[in-house]
């Protein structure tokens, strides 16, 4: 018994790690300063927002600047107008045009 256990544990963790591995990633870079955001309602909202005079500003939903130059993981190059990234652990969605 403990170990068909043990054999259901391995496998869980094992489906775990390839679960929280994107398939089709690929390494990329930042080209130009941009805010990452939780997801892409924040990121379309900060973007309208850097439409209007006082510009789009740092907020719960797009928490961290990521420099020119940060090296990330891009898990999905076309989500309308943004990409999806990992950097740090993490999944954000910047502007398509600050990711090389």
């Known amino acids: 018994m403990t170990r068909v256990l043990l054999k259901s544990g391995v496998l869980a963790v094992a489906l775990a790690i390839c679960a929280l591995v ?18 892409w309602a924040a990121a379309h909202e900060y973007t309208l927002q850097s439409l209007t005079p006082k510009g789009g500003q740092i907020n719960r939903n797009c928490p961290i600047r990521l420099p020119k130059g940060t090296p990330i993981e891009v898990t999905n190059e076309d989500d309308d107008g943004y990409t999806v990234v990992t950097y740090r652990g993490k999944t954000w969605w910047v502007d398509n045009e600050r990711v090389k």
Do not use: M
């Open 22 to 39: 994107p398939a089709d990633a690929r390494p990329g870079v930042i080209s130009a300063e941009t805010y990452a955001c939780t997801s």
